[in-house]
């Protein structure tokens, strides 16, 4: 999510990005992609985000542009991560280099909107995704039996994609009752997010596909349960708002993205909680009649209609949250 490029004489003569979390950072990429070092001594560094200045799971890059001698920092916009939040400026410019912020902030800060939400906000950034008829519902009222589908092959391939960019995932109790999901990466190749589901009093049956083990589960729920396996059970108080205390839960374990699958009560629960940054809606040329009805978004937040594979998708940005 953060990218570098080294410039000397109106020429690249480096790049680098993050690739992975742990892994060496953009600026460290770039400089070592220099096969001429000395060129550094009169190049400019483009960053999109404030270099670091404190030892994490890598040393401070701030310190490397010093050492490296690079004489001019162009950055796009400023560390949210209370860690760094100007100092990494500060210990360069207290260095003697030029240093520009702010170029394309917009674009540079839209790049790590989950890293930004989960430094300012203290919770994960979250996306709401839902199929739904042309007349509004998403599924047909049902006990049991398979649920009515609404999404092509190809967009399902793109829910694929969004779950392989989120942290976790999240259904309600219905929805694992009723669907017995996976919620894994098929369609796509990414990592399987971890997986969070509703659970007040322990009803769902241990047969689940979200109990098999095979990826790291968390479970809300009223009753005290050690954990099992990958399963984790986590013990909140049902007789108050319970969005909070899972978002702060998720904080607290690190999950920096929650993309919300479903069902209609708990996305509906997301929206009237203002707890969402992201929405999409994927609306099929398919009519129902009858059944659960799609969630509803009350407040007018900013959106675009996109066509992907010729369907058409609403997607809504929460401009509360920034």
Known sequence: MVGAVIVCDDKIIGE?????CGGPHAEVNAINSVKDQSLLKRSTIYVSLEPCS????????????IRKEIPRI????????????GRGIKRIRDAGREVVVGVLEDECANLIKPFRTFNTLRRPYITL??????????DICR?????????????????HKKRAESDAIMVGTQTARLDNPLLTVRNWHGNNPTRVVIDRNLSLKSS???????????????KHKLEEGKTEYITIDFNADILPQILTALYNRKVQSLFVEGGSILLQSFINGGFWDEIFIEKSIKSLNFGVKSPQIKDKN???VEKHFGVTVYHYTNEKDG
Do not use: N, R
């Not at 680098?16 to 992975?20: E, I, L």
């Open 16 to 20: 680098g990005y993050h690739a992975k």
């Open 54 to 65: 404190h030892y994490g799971k890598t040393p401070p890059c701030a310190d490397l542009i």
């Open 74 to 85: 162009i950055i796009g916009c400023q560390d949210p991560f209370k860690e760094v939040a």
């Open 129 to 138: 995704k839902w199929a739904e008829s042309s007349d509004g519902y998403i």
């Open 143 to 159: 006990s049991s039996g398979s649920p009515a589908i609404l999404s092509t092959d190809l967009t399902a391939m793109l829910v």
């Open 208 to 222: 689940l596909h979200l109990f098999d083990g095979s990826i790291s589960t968390l479970v809300f729920t009223t």
């Open 302 to 304: 900013k959106h675009s």
